[in-house]
């Protein structure tokens, strides 16, 4: 059984699209399009009833920025402590000693930790 010599060889021809200036003005056009549509949409709401959703999308926002800064110092404080594990254990590989006490240094700090953040 002889295979093709190219394995695309059976595959079915597809025709290259460009990007032409006509096909950018007529995505420009659909867009402008969807932004009356969205426009009207908005015009049949009250006002009241946009300034709520407003609100809350900000409120939203703001919670989720405060989130994202938790995890991201949660981050910095877990890289620190990962970067003190690995300095400590290769200190306690060159000296000879084993890894028993920085087990426990780990828990303290870990208790450390949680009792700053219950605070």
Not at 31 to 57: G, W
Not at 58 to 77: F, V
Not at 80 to 94: F, G, M, P
């Amino acid at each position: 059984m002889s295979a093709p010599a190219d394995e695309t060889a059976g595959d079915l021809p597809v025709r290259d699209v460009d990007l032409n200036l006509a096909g950018i003005e007529g995505l420009q056009e659909s867009s402008a399009a969807q932004n009356v549509k969205a426009r009207q949409a908005v015009s049949r709401v009250s006002h009241e009833e946009l300034e709520d959703r407003f609100l809350r999308l900000h409120d939203e926002n703001i919670l989720l920025k405060q989130h994202a800064r938790k995890q991201e110092d949660k981050i910095k404080r877990m890289a620190t402590k990962l970067i003190r594990l690995v300095n400590d254990k290769k200190r306690a590989e060159q000296v000879g000693g084993g890894p028993k006490r920085l087990g426990q240094d780990v828990e303290l700090e870990e208790m450390i930790e949680q009792l700053q953040e219950k605070e």
